[in-house]
């Protein structure tokens, strides 16, 4: 099975490759120096230390496995055809939910960059499938874990 296409920001795209740098310059040779320090603590079996520094190895092992395939896979948000006057990845959309009058502002974002917080919003979260593809007076109606939600879109801007 091909692995997932992760789209990102270029941005996003530069975040995650100085992690992967920082991670393989600077923190392996952190963690070999810790287990190194550990090792001189005696019996390996009874270490605390000499296990909480392979513990932490293994970790940065993954995270760096982890960002050499989302890296491997990535597609810059630019490089996606999208119908300028329709919801896609990278647009921003203003929005107006229905039930409480409020209006919001989106940013539709590949899952990695999702943050909630900052108004951006997964590609593949509820909202960002429905919205999709939608234009400018569309009204949708998006089932999420907290019951249903009604926007009409008011805006998209990219």
């Not at 992760?6 to 996003?12: A, D, M, N, R």
């Not at 120096?33 to 970790?59: C, L, P």
């Not at 409480?100 to 943050?115: C, K, L, N, P, Q």
């Amino acid at each position: 099975m091909a692995d997932k296409e992760v789209i990102l920001s270029l941005e996003g795209l530069k975040k995650l490759e100085q992690e992967l740098d920082h991670l393989k310059s600077v923190r392996r040779k952190e963690v070999a120096e810790r287990i190194k320090q550990a090792r001189q603590f005696g019996d390996v079996g009874e270490n605390s230390e000499y296990e909480d520094a392979k513990n932490e190895q293994a970790f940065t092992e993954g995270r760096i496995l982890t960002l050499e395939k989302l890296l491997r896979n990535a597609k810059l948000m630019e490089e996606v055809d999208v119908d300028p006057g329709r919801v896609g990845v990278g647009s921003t959309i203003r929005l107006k939910d229905i039930s409480r009058g409020e209006v919001v502002e989106f940013t539709i974002v590949g899952s990695t960059e999702a943050d909630p917080g900052k108004h951006l919003i997964s590609n593949e979260s509820p909202v960002g499938k429905a919205m999709l593809g939608q234009k400018v007076g569309s009204v949708i109606t998006v089932t999420v874990p907290a019951g249903i939600l009604k926007y009409e879109i008011l805006g998209i801007s990219r």
